[in-house]
């Protein structure tokens, strides 16, 4: 394992506070200025930045298991708005077929420019507390589609330019049981976005936008190093772990959850070979989200502090089954993100 270069460890130890700092206020915007209780008491909201290739340099020490989908939402937005992304625009999703989670988790991403150069992303995700669908609060577990749950959003620029578009914006908020609330929080995303765009327009102006890259490829390198060193230092082997749900509500069950984690070098793989087929509730997710929990559950294990960022996600590689209940097959069958699932994932960190 090659040791990272760090030409100047004091600049890059001051750029990695700098940027862990930054994230942090994004948190901190929302935590202040956001109206529901599922931000200000439980906290399930994340913040992250971003370069320009949508590779994560630092996220907020909120909820972790958003992060991994966050390289997913910027493919879906280039995807769909390619060359005609402008300074001043901000770009909301949920639709978990394009880069989302759940329908309550939304994502507002906002790229950074400085001197007609795309320096990176500013983006936000939280957990809304009703984005409409037959039940309140959108946690429809007795749904079979994902139509039940509520309002899709896929990637679309909701500001242009800086200038809003109300059209829009109010579709959104006619089809939602509080729109005050969904708007209140959805602003309080905004307005971290704004926070974040500005801090990284600062941070290139003082180092200057190529030095800025190189600080930023530093800071990825670091952490695969330290992710990669801290494996190593575990014996190489396989380990497994399996749990499952009783039931689903709707006559599934047992559902089992499978893991095969192999360590090797400094390499770490999950295969999630045997684990229940898709099923017909609401306990679907999504491959992304089974690789944040992951992501998640060995940074709890490590128990250091190692920069989570995209650099951190490079010693992983999975086996996901297709049409399981961790990597649905979306349009054919519902998709939530379910805490249960969520939690079982999390257990690995006991075997690792």
């Not at 290739?53 to 280039?78: E, M, W, Y």
Request: glycine share 8%.
């Amino acid at each position: 394992m090659s040791i990272p270069t760090i030409r100047d460890a004091a600049t890059f130890e001051v750029f990695r506070n700098a940027i862990s700092g930054l994230a942090d206020e994004l948190a901190i915007t929302i935590l202040r200025t956001a109206h529901s209780q599922i931000v200000a008491s439980s906290m399930d909201f994340s913040a992250a930045l971003c370069d320009a290739s949508g590779r994560i340099i630092a996220q907020a020490n909120t909820c972790p298991v958003h992060l991994g989908s966050i390289p997913d939402a910027k493919d879906a937005v280039f995807a769909e708005f390619g060359d005609t992304i402008r300074d001043g625009d901000i770009y909301i999703l949920n639709d978990p077929d394009l880069g989302g989670m759940h329908l309550p988790d939304i994502f507002a991403i906002a790229p950074v420019f400085a001197y007609e150069e795309l320096l990176g992303f500013s983006v936000t995700v939280v957990n809304h507390a009703d984005v409409g669908g037959w039940a309140a609060g959108s946690m429809t577990v007795q749904s079979t589609n994902i139509f039940g749950e509520g309002v899709q959003i896929p990637p679309s620029r909701l500001v242009d330019a800086s200038v809003t578009n109300e059209t829009f914006y109010n579709l959104i908020l006619r089809n939602v049981r509080e729109p005050e609330l969904l708007r209140g929080d959805l602003e309080s995303q905004l307005a971290a976005c704004h926070a974040g765009a500005n801090g990284i327009r600062e941070l290139a102006a003082q180092y200057g936008t190529v030095e800025y890259g190189n600080l930023v490829d530093e800071l990825l390198d670091y952490s695969e190093h330290l992710v990669r060193r801290a494996l190593e230092s575990a014996p190489d082997g396989i380990y497994t772990f399996e749990d499952a749900i009783d039931d689903d509500g709707l006559g599934s069950g047992p559902i089992p959850f499978k893991v095969e984690i192999a360590i090797t070098g400094s390499s770490i793989s999950f295969d999630f070979t045997g684990s229940s087929p898709q099923v017909a509730s609401a306990l679907n997710a999504t491959a992304s989200f089974t690789r944040s929990a992951s992501y998640a559950s060995l940074q709890g294990a490590l128990g250091s502090d190692i920069p989570a960022n995209s650099g951190f996600y490079r010693p992983f590689s999975f086996i996901i089954p297709e049409a399981s209940i961790l990597r649905t097959c979306l349009r054919t069958g519902h998709v939530r993100a379910s805490r249960r699932v969520m939690r079982t994932i999390m257990a690995m960190r006991t075997i690792a």
